[in-house]
């Protein structure tokens, strides 16, 4: 039921870019992405409901594919501030759960 | 406004020990999740509820765990005869009415407990 987040570990420089990957095996009906820093709660970051879309703000956009049950997140021109790890989080089709992903450590460096 | 509130922020207890996790949602949401959360990991569901009614505790390990939500605001997370594998953050999120995983969550600062 967890979905598999790729890669595991990704260390940038200040200023580059990155992508994050979310696969579910599960049919979805939305998709979820929060960052959270150590020590600290998760933080909601965008959301995606079935039906294809992209959204974004600032530099951060996201993507969902439902055919595929796969979500990327795309961080451009990161910033220091942008560390931390990332989960997505999935509702499926049918049914009140909610299950986060494996997660994504984020190191952005000067 | 004020966020999502738990209560106590930590907790050590006794292998065997009962313990009561607090969780006070933002004014007005009407969903409320239990998570838990080791270190390394993310947040593992237990519980969803939509308003007084758990509308779906599969995520509850075993019957040791068990939550309430009597007048559809503050939740409270039980534990019975707790384990050290228990040892974990607790984390509970509130969300405005609708469906699940529809909108946004808002997280507590977690509850760590700790089973010795």
């Known amino acids: 039921q967890q979905p598999v987040q790729s890669p595991q570990a990704v260390i940038l420089r200040e200023g580059e870019d990155a992508v994050i990957n979310c696969s579910s095996s599960?049919?979805?009906?939305?998709v979820h992405w929060y960052r959270q820093k150590h020590g600290e709660a998760p933080v909601f970051l965008m959301i995606?409901?079935?039906?294809?879309e992209q959204k974004g703000h600032d530099k951060i956009s996201a993507s969902f594919n439902e055919k595929k049950q796969q979500s990327s997140l795309y961080l451009t021109a990161s910033q220091l501030s942008y560390s931390g790890t990332y989960f997505c989080?999935?509702?499926?089709?049918?049914?009140?759960?909610?299950?986060f992903g494996t997660g994504t450590s984020l190191t952005v460096i000067p | 406004g004020a966020g999502v509130s738990q209560t106590p922020s930590n907790k050590v207890t006794e292998k065997g020990k009962y313990v009561e996790l607090r969780c006070d949602p933002i004014?007005?949401?009407?969903?409320l999740y239990w998570y838990r959360q080791s270190l390394g990991q993310g947040p593992e569901f237990l519980i969803y509820?939509?308003?007084?009614?758990?509308?779906?505790d599969s995520g509850l390990p075993n019957d040791r765990f068990f939550a309430v939500r009597p007048e559809g605001s503050v939740s409270t997370l039980k534990i019975q005869r707790t384990e050290r594998g228990d040892s974990a953050v607790y984390l509970c999120?509130?969300?405005?009415?609708?469906?699940?995983?529809?909108?946004?969550?808002?997280f507590g600062p977690g509850t760590r407990l700790t089973v010795l």
């Open positions: 999120a509130s969300s405005p009415p609708g469906l699940a995983g529809v909108n946004e969550q808002f």
């Open positions: 599960k049919a979805l009906y939305s």
């Open positions: 995606l409901l079935k039906g294809g």
């Open positions: 989080g999935t509702s499926p089709d049918t049914g009140n759960q909610f299950y």
């Open positions: 004014s007005g949401h009407t969903a």
């Open positions: 509820f939509q308003g007084t009614g758990a509308a779906d």
